[in-house]
């Protein structure tokens, strides 16, 4: 999350051709659409994106309220506005629209984005937390060692091949 990000929306794929570089995104589209369809799911490069402060309140709200379960279905239906509808996830009726397909209630979480202070403190709390990881992208992945293994957490960025977990588990299993 980007809290600097705008507000209004700016076009995604210029965004991502400036962050990234033109040639990379040439790169990265054919991957993405090739990594989505492989789990059954759209790939859009399209739309706009911008600050996701609020969306992040409201999978606090969720999370504190219905659960874990009920937070990682709004995380997917917003992915899907996101990434496969071309929706911006600044918009306020997106995100209800999202929650009410996640079976949360529509009206409540409308109200939780209208209260500018609603989950605020939670949201502020997790960013702190990728800053101390040095988070850059989404998804990130922080893996701990079990109790007892010497080793440091491991950050990863990105979508990883489950390979690359293993290899992380396994380190840690040679240094237990």
Do not use: C
């Not at 507000?7 to 570089?21: H, P």
């Not at 990881?133 to 989404?138: E, T, W």
Request: net charge negative; hydrophobic share 40%.
């Amino acid at each position: 999350m980007n809290p600097q990000a705008s507000t209004e929306g700016v076009n995604k794929l210029e965004m991502y051709k400036q962050k990234f570089g033109a040639q990379k995104i040439q790169q990265m589209i054919p991957h993405m659409t090739q990594v989505f369809e492989g789990i059954g799911v759209k790939y859009s490069i399209g739309g706009l994106t911008g600050n996701t402060f609020d969306s992040h309140r409201l999978a606090e709200w969720a999370s504190s309220k219905y659960g874990a379960q009920k937070a990682d279905e709004l995380m997917t239906q917003m992915f899907d506005a996101y990434f496969s509808q071309e929706e911006f996830l600044g918009n306020h009726k997106v995100l209800a629209k999202a929650a009410a397909k996640a079976g949360l209630p529509e009206e409540e979480a409308s109200q939780v984005l209208a209260d500018k202070s609603a989950y605020v403190k939670e949201v502020q709390e997790g960013l702190q937390t990728a800053r101390q990881y040095k988070v850059s992208g989404v998804p990130y992945f922080v893996i701990h060692p079990p109790e007892g293994v010497p080793a440091k957490p491991v950050g990863l960025s990105g979508a990883q091949e489950s390979e690359t977990f293993v290899e992380i588990f396994d380190d840690f299993v040679q240094n237990a």
